[in-house]
């Protein structure tokens, strides 16, 4: 079974500082990882996505992450934030193969940037 | 492509009463997932769908709830009788394909208010 967990359920920061969201995940087979973002009042857009290759996914809007199987993590940063990147971020796993696209999501982890 | 698109928006009913959620998948798609959004179980998974065929409902809460899917642009999710704790934000989402490695692309969602 597959499971994934957000570390902090909010996130406060300011305008134009660094921001690193956490995300840890469990799973017993080789997994794709991904990141979507949630607007208020819509729905998930995906910010980037892990299938292989390169452990550093850059995304959307400057977001980035990086894979870190010994750890089990992909967690996400974004060097300078804005305004506008307050949302709700959700990390997902996939196990792919049987799995057939089931993606298992993380609580998720309110991202509010103050001015 | 107009995205996935979800109706209704919004949705006040009385407990008892039954509650049809529509989707329009995207074009092409041969995927579509229907999940559910509370505070309290964040993102499940409820059912999805691959060439309209039903793969997966072990997330639909209980006999109250039904998906179906007819054709290729459409599908359903009904609940009867409604009850308040049902009251939540359902998502309708597609994909090409679901190896794993597919983004999925969210509609907007419907508000459901069970009162």
């Known amino acids: 079974a597959q499971s994934v967990t957000q570390l902090d359920s909010q996130v406060p920061v300011f305008e134009e500082a660094p921001v690193e969201l956490r995300c840890n995940y469990s799973?017993?087979?080789?997994?794709?990882l991904f990141w979507y973002v949630q607007y208020p009042n819509q729905g998930l857009q995906l910010l980037l996505k892990y299938l292989s290759g390169s452990t550093l996914v850059k995304g959307i809007n400057g977001f980035e992450a990086e894979f870190n199987k010994s750890q089990t993590s992909f967690h996400l940063r974004k060097p300078s934030v804005h305004i506008s990147d307050t949302a709700e971020y959700f990390c997902?796993?996939?196990?792919?193969?049987?799995?057939?696209?089931?993606?298992?999501f993380g609580q998720g982890t309110i991202l509010t940037v103050h001015p | 492509d107009a995205g996935v698109i979800q109706s209704p928006r919004h949705e006040v009913t009385e407990m008892g009463q039954e509650v049809t959620l529509r989707c329009k998948p995207i074009?092409?798609?041969?995927?579509l997932f229907w999940y559910r959004q509370t505070m309290m179980r964040g993102l499940e998974l409820l059912i999805y769908f691959n060439n309209n065929v039903p793969i997966d409902d072990s997330g639909m809460p209980e006999d109250r709830f039904s998906a179906k899917m007819p054709n290729a642009s459409f599908s359903t999710l009904k609940i009867q009788p409604s009850e308040p704790r049902d009251s939540a934000v359902y998502f309708c989402?597609?994909?090409?394909?679901?190896?794993?490695?597919?983004?999925?692309?969210f509609g907007p969602g419907t508000r459901l208010l069970v009162l």
């Open positions: 074009s092409g798609h041969d995927y």
């Open positions: 989402a597609s994909s090409s394909g679901a190896g794993g490695q597919e983004t999925q692309y």
């Open positions: 799973s017993s087979v080789s997994v794709y």
């Open positions: 997902a796993v996939n196990a792919g193969g049987t799995s057939y696209g089931k993606l298992t």
